[in-house]
């Protein structure tokens, strides 16, 4: 059975370092500081602040952000660390009692919550290993994932954002914009409502936008399916041979590569309403 490891503070130490709970063999490098600021606020509570800092001795090769749709605070994830480490900081801002924001360790996986309840917000960065793999979802803030492996995330309201994958991404949206960079697998991106801009991209693309824009560049002849229902879409590919399948119901089209119709490469691209562009790099 796996272990486990948590990271948290004693209630009623809000100005204190908390502690963390150690197995077995495990060498634990921990730095936490707690600090309480009081912000200006129109409530009748005013709001508190926690920051910690903790390096942990273990060897993660998945980080989980357990949300479940609800939870509030930006993530960030930089997986440029030492194999046998990860470092983890965190800032919590609340109102009223202080609530739980302890994370767990489980054998190689790192589980981050993001929910904490009402008027209450979590804010993680971390230090991994190089292709951790990261997956899970929060309610709303910003995603910043870089250096990772593969990636599947849900996010209701913010910004994502992925550069330097290893893996497969698969993400999503409800309200907010998806930004790539550098990514070695496939692609899999949905927004209900926000631009996607793709680049450097190595394998097949799949995306759609309802509504917002979509830019995507390929690095690697790969299959491309682009759709939006209000928006413009450019494209560009490198050389190779396509098929071509590009429609603009309300708008302008314009296909500067060659249509090979024997090509097993299919480019995908529709716009309800919008200007469609597919060009050659």
């Known amino acids: ?35 309480l600021i ?5 409530d009748t509570l005013s709001f508190r602040r926690l920051d ?20 509030s605070g930006d993530v960030v994830v930089r997986a440029t660390g030492p194999v046998d480490q990860v470092q983890i900081k965190r800032v919590v801002r609340y109102q009223g009692g202080e609530p739980d924001s302890r994370y767990e360790i489980r054998g190689d996986e790192l589980v981050l919550p993001t929910d904490c309840g009402q008027r209450c917000s979590i804010s993680w960065e971390v230090t991994a290993p190089p292709g951790v793999a990261v997956r899970g ?33 698969r993400a999503s949206t409800a309200s907010g914009n998806i930004r790539l960079t550098e990514v070695a697998g496939p692609v899999r991106l949905r927004t209900g409502s926000g631009d996607i801009e793709a680049r450097r991209l190595a394998s ?24 939006t229902t209000s928006g413009d879409i450019d494209l560009a590919v490198p050389a190779g041979r396509y098929r071509v399948r590009a429609d ?13 119709p024997g090509a097993s490469l299919l480019l995908d691209v529709t716009a309800t309403s919008g200007n469609v562009t ?4």
């Open 1 to 35: 059975m796996a272990s486990l490891r948590t990271a948290f503070r004693p209630r009623g130490t809000a100005s204190r370092p908390y502690g963390t709970a150690s197995r077995p063999r495990a060498v634990v490098a921990a730095t936490a500081a707690a600090a």
């Open 38 to 42: 009081v912000l200006a606020g129109c």
């Open 52 to 71: 910690y800092d903790q390096t942990e001795r273990a060897k993660i090769t998945r980080i989980t952000v357990d949300g479940d749709g609800d939870g």
């Open 137 to 169: 979802g929060t309610g709303s803030g910003n995603v910043d994932l870089n250096e990772v492996g593969a990636v599947e995330f849900t996010l209701s309201s913010g910004d994502l954002t992925v550069s330097g994958a290893s893996g497969e991404v």
């Open 204 to 227: 097949a693309v799949d995306a759609e936008a309802a509504p917002g824009n979509l830019t995507v560049e390929l690095d690697q002849p790969a299959p491309v399916r682009l759709h």
């Open 248 to 260: 603009a119901k309300s708008g302008d089209t314009d296909v500067r590569v060659s249509n090979d």
């Open 278 to 281: 597919v060009s050659s790099r």
